[in-house]
Protein backbone atom coordinates (compact mmCIF):
# COMPACT_ATOMS: atom_id res chain seq x y z
CA UNK A 1 0.00 0.00 0.00
CA UNK A 2 1.46 3.62 -0.93
CA UNK A 3 2.16 5.56 1.83
CA UNK A 4 0.58 8.59 0.05
CA UNK A 5 -2.70 6.29 -0.08
CA UNK A 6 -3.45 8.64 -3.88
CA UNK A 7 -5.33 6.66 -5.78
CA UNK A 8 -3.44 6.03 -9.38
CA UNK A 9 0.13 6.98 -10.63
CA UNK A 10 1.82 9.96 -8.71
CA UNK A 11 2.30 12.39 -11.21
CA UNK A 12 3.70 15.68 -8.37
CA UNK A 13 4.59 14.75 -5.03
CA UNK A 14 5.48 17.78 -2.56
CA UNK A 15 6.58 18.22 1.28
CA UNK A 16 4.99 21.57 2.29
CA UNK A 17 8.40 24.03 3.29
CA UNK A 18 8.68 25.98 6.27
CA UNK A 19 9.91 30.01 5.74
CA UNK A 20 13.42 28.85 4.71
CA UNK A 21 12.71 26.51 2.71
CA UNK A 22 13.20 23.05 4.81
CA UNK A 23 10.89 20.25 4.52
CA UNK A 24 10.51 20.13 8.12
CA UNK A 25 7.01 20.30 8.12
CA UNK A 26 4.37 17.35 8.62
CA UNK A 27 2.27 18.25 5.45
CA UNK A 28 2.56 16.12 2.08
CA UNK A 29 1.21 17.45 -1.36
CA UNK A 30 0.32 14.46 -3.90
CA UNK A 31 -0.76 15.35 -7.33
CA UNK A 32 -2.29 11.81 -9.71
CA UNK A 33 -4.32 11.61 -13.00
CA UNK A 34 -7.74 12.18 -11.04
CA UNK A 35 -7.26 13.99 -7.63
CA UNK A 36 -4.95 15.92 -5.39
CA UNK A 37 -4.33 14.92 -1.82
CA UNK A 38 -3.16 17.05 1.09
CA UNK A 39 -2.06 14.60 4.30
CA UNK A 40 -0.89 16.60 7.07
CA UNK A 41 -0.70 15.63 10.84
CA UNK A 42 1.57 13.69 13.24
CA UNK A 43 -0.62 12.44 16.13
CA UNK A 44 -3.90 12.97 14.49
CA UNK A 45 -3.36 13.17 10.90
CA UNK A 46 -5.62 14.43 8.29
CA UNK A 47 -6.08 13.78 4.67
CA UNK A 48 -8.23 15.95 2.04
CA UNK A 49 -8.67 14.83 -1.13
CA UNK A 50 -10.12 16.95 -4.42
CA UNK A 51 -10.88 15.22 -7.21
CA UNK A 52 -9.63 17.43 -10.06
CA UNK A 53 -12.13 17.89 -12.58
CA UNK A 54 -13.93 19.82 -9.46
CA UNK A 55 -11.50 22.67 -9.63
CA UNK A 56 -12.87 25.89 -10.86
CA UNK A 57 -9.56 28.33 -10.35
CA UNK A 58 -6.41 28.71 -9.57
CA UNK A 59 -4.46 31.38 -7.85
CA UNK A 60 -0.97 31.58 -7.01
CA UNK A 61 0.21 33.88 -4.31
CA UNK A 62 3.98 35.10 -3.14
CA UNK A 63 4.46 36.85 0.08
CA UNK A 64 8.18 39.35 -0.20
CA UNK A 65 9.61 35.97 1.94
CA UNK A 66 7.78 33.80 -0.35
CA UNK A 67 9.37 35.23 -3.21
CA UNK A 68 13.43 35.22 -1.62
CA UNK A 69 12.89 32.00 -1.05
CA UNK A 70 11.67 30.43 -4.21
CA UNK A 71 8.14 29.82 -2.76
CA UNK A 72 4.85 30.52 -3.87
CA UNK A 73 1.17 29.51 -2.16
CA UNK A 74 -1.47 28.00 -4.56
CA UNK A 75 -4.83 28.61 -3.78
CA UNK A 76 -8.28 26.31 -5.80
CA UNK A 77 -11.02 27.16 -5.94
CA UNK A 78 -13.15 23.95 -6.18
CA UNK A 79 -16.80 22.59 -5.86
CA UNK A 80 -15.86 20.19 -3.10
CA UNK A 81 -17.85 20.08 0.24
CA UNK A 82 -15.35 18.55 2.32
CA UNK A 83 -12.85 21.11 1.80
CA UNK A 84 -15.07 23.73 1.83
CA UNK A 85 -14.39 24.84 -1.63
CA UNK A 86 -10.78 26.10 -1.18
CA UNK A 87 -7.67 23.73 -1.10
CA UNK A 88 -4.77 25.82 -0.23
CA UNK A 89 -0.81 24.55 -1.07
CA UNK A 90 1.32 26.51 1.12
CA UNK A 91 5.28 27.05 0.63
CA UNK A 92 5.31 24.81 -2.39
CA UNK A 93 8.96 25.03 -4.24
CA UNK A 94 8.79 26.19 -7.87
CA UNK A 95 4.55 27.46 -7.73
CA UNK A 96 4.48 28.63 -11.20
CA UNK A 97 5.26 25.46 -12.78
CA UNK A 98 3.19 23.28 -10.33
CA UNK A 99 0.06 25.80 -11.34
CA UNK A 100 0.97 24.87 -14.55
CA UNK A 101 0.96 21.13 -14.52
CA UNK A 102 -1.94 21.37 -11.90
CA UNK A 103 -4.10 23.31 -14.38
CA UNK A 104 -3.07 20.59 -17.29
CA UNK A 105 -4.31 17.75 -15.19
CA UNK A 106 -7.31 19.39 -14.16
CA UNK A 107 -8.17 19.72 -18.27
CA UNK A 108 -7.36 15.85 -19.04
CA UNK A 109 -9.58 15.25 -15.85
CA UNK A 110 -12.57 17.12 -17.27
CA UNK A 111 -12.33 15.69 -20.64
CA UNK A 112 -11.64 11.85 -19.19
CA UNK A 113 -14.86 12.57 -16.79
CA UNK A 114 -16.62 14.49 -19.65
CA UNK A 115 -17.28 17.73 -17.46
CA UNK A 116 -16.82 21.43 -18.59
CA UNK A 117 -16.19 24.46 -16.86
CA UNK A 118 -19.35 26.22 -17.95
CA UNK A 119 -20.93 23.70 -15.62
CA UNK A 120 -19.89 25.06 -12.41
CA UNK A 121 -20.23 28.31 -13.49
CA UNK A 122 -23.31 30.23 -12.18
CA UNK A 123 -24.73 33.71 -11.19
CA UNK A 124 -24.56 33.02 -7.64
CA UNK A 125 -25.75 31.37 -4.98
CA UNK A 126 -28.62 28.84 -5.97
CA UNK A 127 -28.46 30.43 -9.40
CA UNK A 128 -27.42 29.11 -12.99
CA UNK A 129 -27.62 30.63 -16.40
CA UNK A 130 -31.63 30.82 -17.61
CA UNK A 131 -32.96 30.36 -14.19
CA UNK A 132 -33.67 31.94 -11.31
CA UNK A 133 -35.38 30.83 -7.77
CA UNK A 134 -37.19 32.50 -5.06
CA UNK A 135 -36.58 32.18 -1.10
CA UNK A 136 -37.67 28.44 -1.00
CA UNK A 137 -35.75 27.19 -3.59
CA UNK A 138 -38.39 26.64 -6.48
CA UNK A 139 -37.45 28.02 -9.72
CA UNK A 140 -39.47 31.06 -10.99
CA UNK A 141 -40.93 29.76 -14.20
CA UNK A 142 -41.34 33.33 -15.00
CA UNK A 143 -37.73 34.46 -15.37
CA UNK A 144 -36.47 36.24 -17.98
CA UNK A 145 -40.00 36.93 -19.41
CA UNK A 146 -41.36 40.95 -20.11
Known amino acids: MSRTMADGAIIWSQRKRNWCRTPFTFTTYTLTEDELAVKSG ?56 VRRLIQHTVDEARSVNRVSAREYMGVGDGESYGESYDDAGYADPDYGRY
Open 42 to 97: VLRETYDVTKLFRVVDMTVTRSLLQRLFGLSTIVLETRDQSSGGRTVLRNVIDGFE
